[in-house]
């Protein structure tokens, strides 16, 4: 019953996030209860949180118009990796070394602070990533194939 349960969300979630990327792409919407008010009109009840998970985990900006009036669009595929300035800080002041093996990525940080990294790694959802396990120095980060693993690599490196 659970499984049956945690499909039938996922399975809304990814309707919900469709409509939104259907409704920023046809209309100039700039605010979080302007997003909201659209999802309900589309047949969505949401919540202020559930907004913001969905504009952070479709990487969704806010963009000015020729008027100066801001909305969302979708981030550049340049921004795709891109992680929040939380992220950026915590990352180059924690780690010292990143590498790979196969599709299994290592992440080496000072003592302490491997946790607020994989903490803050997770909540970005990286293309291609399965999961993390953090200790106190070391993050495990377990990607689809070797291919994921090589581009996610790639990407940290030029973080630090």
Known sequence: MKDTNVKDLNSLKVSRQEVILELIENENIGTQNELSKRLEDAGFAVTQATISRDIRELRLVKVADSHGNYHYEVGKPKEKYQA???????????????????????????????????????????????????????????????????????TLREIR
């Open 84 to 154: 929040s300035h939380k992220f950026y800080s915590i990352f180059m002041a924690s780690v010292f070394k990143v590498d790979y093996a196969n599709n299994l990525v290592v992440i080496r940080c000072y003592t302490g602070m491997a946790q607020a990294v994989c903490a803050t790694m997770d909540s970005l959802e990286w293309p291609g990533v399965i999961g993390t396990v953090s200790g106190d120095d070391t993050i495990l980060v377990i990607t689809r194939d070797e291919e994921n693993a090589h581009e996610l690599v790639k």
